[in-house]
T-cell receptor
Framework: AQSVSQHNHHVILSEAASLELGCNYS??????LFWYVQYPGQHLQLLLK??????LVKGIKGFEAEFIKSKFSFNLRKPSVQWSDTAEYFC?????????????FGSGTRLSIRP | DGGITQSPKYLFRKEGQNVTLSCEQN?????MYWYRQDPGQGLRLIYY???????QKGDIAEGYSVSREKKESFPLTVTSAQKNPTAFYLC???????????????FGPGTRLTVL
């Protein structure tokens, strides 16, 4: 069965620090990978997704993620965080061969940015 | 204004009562989903529907029921059989017409259900 692990439950950074949030998935076949973000008081929304091609994916607000197949990882990065990046971040995975867009979500990482 | 609406935002019910959570979308999306979000557990799929009059169980369907009589509506009923119903419930939709596995899911604002 597919699963997603986000080992960092809560990350606290100062503004301008670099960010890397870990995401590892468990699945033997081809996968699609997603990062969703939930800003305080807002809807959960897509940050970026990977399904083929260049393993380095760029998303909104300066975020990027790199798919490393050999490590079963899809870590999220941002070179310089802002206070407005405070949110909860969810990594997710599904199979391109699934009959529906069923997504398996990780448990989430809460990011707090000190101004 | 296109999007997904869920009502109510907060809902309180007594133990043993069934309760129905509303989810409406005007995005003309085929697929709709219900998730449950608990602290430290992320989102878990309850039910999903790819087309009107059809729906499938997700990973934690026990104690829940759904219907999909209209494309734009996918109500979720939390029954008295659900052992731990207090949670935050999120509804989502996706286009899913051509490439369902890569489609972005769009989420509603959620309903926080508290069972007293």
């Amino acid at each position: 069965a597919q699963s997603v692990s986000q080992h960092n439950h809560h990350v606290i950074l100062s503004e301008a620090a670099s960010l890397e949030l870990g995401c590892n998935y468990s699945y033997g076949g081809t996968v699609n990978l997603f990062w969703y973000v939930q800003y305080p008081g807002q809807h959960l929304q897509l940050l970026l997704k990977y399904f083929s091609g260049d393993p380095l994916v760029k998303g909104i607000k300066g975020f990027e993620a790199e798919f490393i197949k050999s490590k079963f990882s899809f870590n999220l990065r941002k070179p310089s965080v802002q206070w407005s990046d405070t949110a909860e971040y969810f990594c997710a995975v599904n199979s391109p061969y699934s009959s529906a867009s069923k997504i398996i979500f990780g448990s989430g990482t809460r990011l707090s940015i000190r101004p | 204004d296109g999007g997904i609406t869920q009502s109510p935002k907060y809902l309180f019910r007594k133990e043993g009562q069934n309760v129905t959570l509303s989810c409406e979308q005007n995005l003309n999306h085929d697929a709709m989903y219900w998730y449950r979000q608990d602290p430290g557990q992320g989102l878990r799929l309850i039910y999903y529907s790819q087309i009107v009059n059809d729906f499938q169980k997700g990973d934690i369907a026990e104690g829940y029921s759904v219907s999909r009589e209209k494309k734009e509506s996918f109500p979720l009923t939390v029954t008295s059989a659900q052992k731990n119903p207090t949670a935050f419930y999120l509804c989502a939709s996706a286009d899913s017409a051509v490439h369902p596995s890569t489609d972005t899911q769009y989420f509603g604002p959620g309903t926080r259900l508290t069972v007293l």
